[in-house]
């Protein structure tokens, strides 16, 4: 359902701009949708790091992040490419997960996920 990348290497500090895109998912579905991106290290349970509000005419769809990553990362989408956006800047080691985009209510089959590291 759900096809992220973006992820990789990244250096503390750095920058890294995740894409997850829902090629199955019609547009007069996904636009209505409210989607969350979440991020798992192993041996710990899936996080909520950001959500983002339904589609709206102006552009201006809510957003909420977790404490640890308010100010550096920023969640967006693109509802005409049906594809949802995670800005993170400043990372910190404690940013590497597999980070995973999905629906925030009833959650569809997760996908693979993309890989964020950071380390020096």
């Known amino acids: 359902q759900f096809v992220e990348s973006g992820g990789g290497l990244a250096q503390p500090g750095g920058s890294l701009r995740l894409s997850c895109r829902a090629p199955r998912m019609i547009t007069s579905v996904f636009n209505p949708l409210e989607f969350a991106w979440y991020r798992q290290t192993p041996g710990k349970e899936r996080e909520l790091v950001a959500t983002?509000?339904?589609?709206?005419?102006?552009?201006?769809?809510?957003?909420n992040y977790v404490d640890s990553v308010k100010g550096r990362f920023t969640i967006s989408r693109d509802n005409a490419r049906k594809t949802l956006y995670l800005q993170m800047n400043n990372l910190k080691p404690e940013d590497t997960a597999v980070y995973y985009c999905?629906?925030?209510?009833?959650?569809?089959?997760w996908g693979q996920g993309t890989q964020v590291t950071v380390s020096p």
């Open positions: 983002i509000g339904r589609a709206t005419n102006y552009g201006d769809s809510t957003t």
């Open positions: 999905n629906k925030l209510r009833a959650p569809d089959s």
